[in-house]
């Protein structure tokens, strides 16, 4: 079969099959793309005429705007997707299981399973079926069971996890680290690994340098990318750790991080102290590895994982154990503005966001609750549908108006070029202000006359 045939179904139409199918179209023009979902209003978003897309991440309309039609398109009709391409991609979601054995740390794997079953249905031939989502190691296994059992056509299945961070979607699968593809050390194996490594390489050698085009067997590569999400989470988690020493004696994390990350094995990345991890990958993949290693019975490496995620959730406690404090310890009918409620900036996502627990035990307090976003007001009205009375501004003026205190979540950079002054003035007093990023100038705001508190110092 001529390259020019190998066409490409990427099946999940979320945050992460839209922005890779929609890289992968651009730097692959001679190669038709087909993202389905079964969520037709995902879909309806991906194809509005407007270009009003389901997911916000910068550059990706303009990405959109160069292939769809050409050779990106998004359908319902996984049926036809199916039948007509030659690799599946598999991107639909694989969020931890909240019921049975393993409930609160394993994947729920329903939906995997669900599309594996599809694929077999309606192939009219022999398929390359590419792992996205992120999986729990040997799940590949199950995969090619279900897959090649009393089968008419042959699948070879691949594990090919994604790195790329939201928020910065593009630039990360432009110009990728590396490149991860695990394959079975058969032959049809080794030709499948093959074609995906033409696909990121691109058209012309153009996209993915070889040499970042890493390839390993099938069990690495799901384990790698478990295991890389949870080093980063442990970074934020130790990190994290170390700020609240820092409030007791004195010390500034932001000053032990930048000289711990000045050496070189270890680098400065991942070193800021903050409210915690968001987002819909750290918690899920650090539990899911957790649950593997309870599996194996390997219970030592299990808590230790296990300590991540508790030294996370208490970064959040600490939080609002620390504005309790500062506000003479009542928060009933006091207003507190939200500066910022997505997982982190240039992004309208908020799952697992920092800012949705401390809202939530705010709300406890009895706290008047103002909350402003540029991007993620719509996802935090839909998250926090159970709260009465929050108020939602999109302008961060309206949102401090008459408020006791600030509370800035997320580090959107238009927030410390805002006129503080003004916000400063419209407050009642004492003003506060709790920065959680470290994110504006304290010593400003000080002049200013506000009383300011930051994480890690
Ligand atoms: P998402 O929820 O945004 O998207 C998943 C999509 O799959 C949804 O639109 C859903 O409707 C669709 N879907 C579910 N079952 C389906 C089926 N049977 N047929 C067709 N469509 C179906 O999730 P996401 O954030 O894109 O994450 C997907 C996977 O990628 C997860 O395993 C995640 O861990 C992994 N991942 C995500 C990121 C990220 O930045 N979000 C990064 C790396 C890896
Ligand atoms: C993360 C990984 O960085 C990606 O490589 C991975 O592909 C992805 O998870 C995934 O599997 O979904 P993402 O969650 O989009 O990406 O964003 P990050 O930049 O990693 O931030 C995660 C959280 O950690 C955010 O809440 C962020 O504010 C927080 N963080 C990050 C800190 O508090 N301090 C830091 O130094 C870095």
Not at 147 to 153: F, I, R, T, V
Not at 423 to 429: D, E, G, L
């Amino acid at each position: 079969m001529s390259r020019m045939n190998k066409n490409i179904v990427c099946i999940g139409a979320g945050y992460i099959g839209g922005p890779t199918m929609a890289v992968v179209a651009k730097m692959n023009p001679d190669r038709k793309v087909v993202v389905v979902d079964i969520n037709a209003e995902r879909i309806k978003a991906w194809n509005s005429k407007g270009y009003d897309l389901p997911i916000y991440e910068p550059g990706l309309v303009d990405v959109v705007k160069e292939v769809r039609g050409r050779n990106l398109f998004f359908s319902t009709d996984i049926r036809k997707a199916v039948k007509e391409c030659d690799i599946v991609f598999v991107g639909v979601n694989t969020p931890t299981k909240m019921f049975g054995r393993g409930a609160g740390r394993a994947s729920d794997l329903q939906y995997w399973e669900a599309t594996a079953r599809e694929i077999k249905e309606w192939a009219t031939g022999d398929k390359i079926v590419v792992e996205k989502s992120t999986l729990p190691v040997r799940t590949a296994a199950a995969m090619d069971a279900i897959l090649n059992d009393h089968a008419k056509y042959g699948f070879t299945v691949l594990s090919n996890p994604e790195f790329l961070a939201e928020g910065t979607a593009i630039k990360d699968l432009l110009e990728p680290d590396r490149v991860l593809i695990g394959g079975p050390s058969t032959k049809a194996g080794a030709a499948a690994v093959a074609e995906i490594v033409s696909i990121y390489r691109g058209k012309g050698g153009r996209w993915v340098p070889a040499e970042k085009v890493l390839t390993t067997n099938v069990w690495s590569a799901e384990l790698t990318k478990l295991a890389a999400n949870a080093m980063l989470a442990q970074r934020v988690s130790s990190v994290n750790a170390l700020a609240g020493l820092c409030e007791a004696t004195g010390a500034d994390i932001d000053e032990v991080a930048r000289v711990i990350g000045a050496d070189r094995r270890i680098g400065p990345k991942f070193l800021k102290a903050g409210p915690g991890f968001g987002g819909s990958c750290f918690k899920k993949d650090v539990l899911n590895l957790v649950y593997l290693c309870e599996s194996f019975g390997l219970h030592t490496a299990a808590e230790y994982w296990s300590q991540v995620i508790k030294m996370n959730d208490h970064q959040q406690e600490r939080i609002v154990s620390r504005l309790f404090k500062e506000m003479f310890n009542t928060l009933a009918n006091k207003k507190i503005a939200v500066f910022g409620f997505a997982f982190k900036a240039d992004t309208g996502d908020t799952r697992e966001t920092p800012a949705g627990t401390v809202v939530r035990l705010l709300d406890e307090e009895h706290v008047r609750i103002s909350i402003t976003d540029p991007k993620a007001i719509p996802n935090a009205k839909k998250d926090l549908a159970d709260l009465q009375g929050i108020e939602y501004q999109t302008d961060p003026y309206k949102a401090a108006k008459g408020a006791d205190a600030v509370l800035l979540m997320t580090d959107w950079k238009d927030y410390p070029g805002l006129d503080w002054a003004k916000i400063f003035k419209s407050m009642r007093k004492p003003a506060l202000v709790f920065d959680t990023r470290n994110c504006l100038d304290a010593a400003a705001l000080r002049k200013l006359g506000f009383k300011v508190l930051n994480i890690g110092k």
